[in-house]
Structure formats: structure tokens, C-alpha cells
């Protein structure tokens, strides 16, 4: 077997990986938004937020008030702008583009599913405001949707194992942490947060796994 061939196989088979996981994460979130739509996770979910407020420091509050902002959508369109006009006008238009609709998708996704739902937002004290429903959480939706596809983007083009595994596991550390920013501050439940992330995850995958048969396709025309 050749090097091109088994550089294929390689490629064909990461294809497969990301199709799995992706399939994997929208049923997870279906089962856990039909589970929301029941409210049989409500007693667990205020469980969890009970106990967030009453271990909640100072030091924590700093650090989460600042954290969440990484999944506002004035910090995430900012990056992403330039991100966008960076890989543009290094040709890379292809990577630009699903970045473009990866993020453009998760805020239609995000508030089309809010609006399908329509969950309150719980009711205990907050540290911060928040508007809109609460289920799935838009921050986690767009932050994971954002860093993930970023971090498949670039690892799809940078040498070694090590690295491509690190920026994948970073990106998710990132919306990990917008994700229990939102939880510390009192404005979305436990199953908000990860039903957001399961969502980002999906169709993050998603976007990469078009952008590379697109990029593909171009090739080898």
C-alpha cells in the first residue's frame, strides 16, 4: 500500500470518527432535550445549582464574570471577523467560510431551539443578566461551536499528533469553561450547558466534515 493510499485511509477513516461522534452527540442531545421537555431533570438540575451557590468565593465570581464573556456573541463575532479575514486573505476561503457558517448556524440553532423549548431560566439569584430562555444555553452552543471548529480547522493542517490533539482538547477546555461560567452565575440549569455543548459539538463536526470533502472535491477536479 502506497503513501498516497494510506494517507486516504487515514483521512477516510477520521471522516467516519467525526461522523460517529457528531451522530453521537445529537442523539444524546435529543434524549436530554425530551428528558428537559418532561422535566424529569429539573429536581437534579437544581440539585447542582443549590450546591454551586453555596461553595460559590469571591475569587470564583472574579474569575467566572470574566470568563463567561468569552461566549458573548460581541467577543465571538469580533475573533471570528478576523479570523475570517486572516484565512481570506491567505486563500484558505474554504476555512474562512466554515467558520463563517459554523458560527452563523450555532446562533440560528441556538435560538431556534430556545424558542422550540421556550425554558425559563432558573430561579435563583444570578451575579449577572441574562434574556431569552434557557435551554439549550446560547453560550455554550456558540463558544464550543467557535473553538472546536477552529481547533479541526487548524489541527487539519499542522504536523504531528501531539499538537492537533492538544488544540482539540484546549478548544474544549475553553467552551467547558464558558459553559460552568454560565452555571456559577445562576442563569442557565446544568442540562442547559450540556445540552448547548452537545449541540456545538454536532454540528461543529459537521461544518469541518463538509469543509474538508468540499476542499477535497476542488482538489481533485
Excluded at 65 to 93: D, K, M, P, Q, Y
Excluded at 167 to 187: I, M, P, Q
Excluded at 200 to 209: A, E, L, M, Q, R
Amino acid at each position: 500500500m502506497n503513501v498516497t493510499r494510506v494517507a486516504h485511509v487515514r483521512a477516510t477513516a477520521t471522516l467516519v470518527l467525526g461522523a460517529a461522534v457528531a451522530l453521537a452527540a445529537g442523539i444524546l442531545f435529543v434524549r436530554i432535550a425530551y428528558d428537559v421537555y418532561r422535566g424529569e431533570v429539573l429536581h437534579w438540575d437544581m440539585q447542582v445549582l443549590t450546591w454551586i451557590q453555596a461553595h460559590r468565593h469571591p475569587l470564583l465570581t472574579y474569575f467566572f464574570e470574566r470568563t463567561t464573556a468569552l461566549g458573548s456573541n460581541l467577543i465571538l463575532v469580533v475573533v471570528a471577523v478576523g479570523a475570517c479575514a486572516a484565512l481570506f486573505l491567505s486563500g484558505r476561503r474554504d476555512m474562512a467560510a466554515a467558520i463563517a457558517a459554523a458560527l452563523l448556524g450555532g446562533q440560528l440553532l441556538s435560538g431556534g431551539l430556545k424558542l422550540l423549548f421556550a425554558r425559563p431560566r432558573p430561579d435563583v439569584p444570578a451575579l449577572t443578566s441574562a434574556r431569552g430562555y434557557a435551554f439549550p444555553s446560547g453560550h455554550a452552543v456558540n463558544s464550543v461551536v467557535f473553538f472546536v471548529t477552529l481547533a479541526l480547522l487548524v489541527s487539519g493542517h499542522v504536523k504531528g499528533r501531539a499538537l492537533r490533539i492538544f488544540l482539540l482538547l484546549y478548544a474544549l477546555f475553553v467552551g467547558a469553561l464558558v459553559s460552568v461560567s454560565r452555571l456559577y452565575l445562576g442563569v442557565h440549569y446544568p442540562s442547559d450547558v450540556l445540552g448547548g455543548a452537545l449541540v456545538g459539538i454536532s454540528w461543529s463536526i459537521t461544518v469541518v466534515i463538509f469543509e474538508h470533502l468540499f476542499w477535497h472535491a476542488r482538489r481533485s477536479r
